[in-house]
């Protein structure tokens, strides 16, 4: 079964200040792991995803297989950062996202 | 129109009453999904469309839930004699894989609140 796990529901950082989101998750096969955000009175998007390698407005995650983690970071946090932040799992050859239960980031002026 | 269209945006609903919600995907997506936002929650899975096959109804709380996806295309959720805790922002979501690429897009939901 694949379960997504994000262990802080509220996480709060000062502008400027180093961020990091974790997430760990359970799957025995190949994942495909990506992060999902939701602004403020916006639609729940897509930021990046694990295949891409991408950087996307400062942030990066890397997969780690061996500690089934994909913790999203940014080296200096922006006000407009500030969002609910969720991590989701698909399986090769099995569509189904499965999502966290996501992380309040709020970025302190 | 190009993206997930969720309807209504707004509902409020009595006690006790029943509700519909409904979802058109983007088109050709053979996955759809329904999820529940509770004021401050994060994302409860409901139930999970895949083209034809049975849908994963797994994440539906109880027995007055329940979805259909006719033609494989527009969705809808109903709640039958809704409760208080039934208040929430429903969010639908569909997607279609291209290779290695698997990219859910959201609906902006539709808010119930059961009063």
């Known amino acids: 079964a694949q379960r997504v796990t994000q262990p802080e529901k509220l996480l709060s950082v000062f502008k400027g200040a180093p961020v990091e989101l974790k997430c760990n998750y359970s799957?025995?096969?190949?994942?495909?792991l990506f992060w999902y955000v939701q602004y403020s009175r916006q639609r729940l998007q897509l930021l990046l995803r694990?295949?891409s390698r991408e950087s996307i407005k400062g942030f990066t995650a890397d997969l780690n297989k061996g500690e089934t983690s994909f913790h999203l970071k940014k080296p200096f946090a922006q006000e407009e950062d500030s969002a609910m932040y969720y991590c989701?799992?698909?399986?090769?050859?099995?569509?189904?996202?499965?999502f966290g239960t996501g992380t309040r980031l709020t970025i302190i002026p | 129109g190009a993206g997930v269209s969720q309807s209504p945006s707004n509902k409020v609903t009595e006690k006790g009453k029943d509700v519909e919600l409904r979802c058109d995907p983007i088109?050709?997506?053979?996955?759809l999904y329904w999820y529940r936002q509770s004021l401050g929650q994060g994302l409860e899975f409901l139930i999970y469309?895949?083209?034809?096959?049975?849908?994963?109804k797994s994440g539906l709380p109880s027995d007055r839930f329940s979805a259909e996806r006719t033609g494989g295309s527009v969705s809808t959720l109903t709640i039958q004699r809704t409760q208080q805790e039934d208040s929430a922002v429903y969010l639908c979501?569909?997607?279609?894989?291209?290779?290695?690429?698997?990219?859910?897009?959201f609906g902006q939901g539709t808010r119930l609140t059961v009063v």
């Open positions: 469309f895949q083209g034809n096959s049975a849908p994963d």
């Open positions: 979501a569909s997607s279609s894989r291209t290779g290695w690429n698997t990219e859910a897009f």
């Open positions: 799957y025995s096969g190949s994942p495909e």
């Open positions: 088109s050709g997506h053979t996955a």
């Open positions: 694990h295949i």
């Open positions: 989701a799992l698909s399986a090769f050859g099995n569509e189904k996202l499965t």
